[in-house]
């Protein structure tokens, strides 16, 4: 079975902190990809990566960075974290070769921005 | 997370009883569709995919249909089961290696 595996679950932090969320997975997938989800919104797109140091911005990459210098490590930064970002953090992946192909999600890490 | 389910849209169904989850997706270029299940506290987990040149698929005790020409899909639930109860995501896919995801439904499986 396919592992995606978040480094935290629960996440305390104060404005204007420096975050990491660090995401893992364990079956070489190509495609790797940060989603928030809140309530009523559903789940939206951060950044996703289709290779090693590559990156792409999706829907909402305003104060957000990423980092993927291993095939296996995808990491999420807030640069200066705002109380506006405190939401569910999803990462997932998948195998790539064309299209974006179905999506295995990590069990999420909840930030909360004091 | 354990909010997730708040302002969505409820589907209540009788245990024992068949559930029908509807999404109207949005873009008619997208070529490859998901459903994703998400229970309390965990993240999303795959049920079933189709793509466009198909009108329906079938898992276990799943079925997806899709209907191009409105661009409507569903997902059937045959025999619902309490671990039925979830979260439910549409996502759409058009071929730039993303998927777009709705803002769900929530089923609750009353026993």
């Known amino acids: 079975d396919v592992k995606v595996t978040q480094s935290s679950r629960y996440l305390v932090k104060r404005t204007g902190e420096k975050v990491f969320l660090e995401c893992v997975q364990d079956m070489d997938h190509e495609n790797m990809f940060w989603y928030r989800q809140d309530p009523g919104l559903g789940l939206r797109l951060i950044y996703f990566s289709y290779d090693v140091k590559m990156k792409e911005k999706g829907d909402i990459p305003e104060g957000y960075s990423v980092s993927r210098e291993k095939k296996e490590r995808f990491s999420l930064i807030l640069e200066s974290a705002s109380t506006n970002q405190t939401s569910m953090y999803l990462c997932a992946s998948s195998l790539g070769g064309g299209g974006v192909g179905k999506l295995f999600f990590g069990s999420g890490t909840q930030l909360s921005v004091l | 997370g354990e909010s997730v389910g708040l302002h969505l849209p409820t589907l209540s169904v009788q245990e024992g009883d068949n559930s029908i989850i509807n999404c109207a997706y949005s873009?008619?270029?997208?070529?490859?569709f998901i459903w994703y299940k998400q229970e309390s506290g965990k993240g999303p987990q795959f049920i079933i995919d189709i793509r466009s040149n198909m009108d329906k698929r079938q898992g276990q005790r799943v079925t997806v249909l899709l209907n191009k020409t409105v661009k409507h899909l569903s997902l059937q639930i045959a025999a619902t089961q309490p671990g039925d109860s979830a979260v439910y995501f549409c996502a759409e896919s058009f071929g730039n290696n993303r998927l777009a995801f709705g803002k769900g439904n929530q089923v609750v499986v009353i026993p």
């Open positions: 873009n008619s270029a997208s070529d490859y």
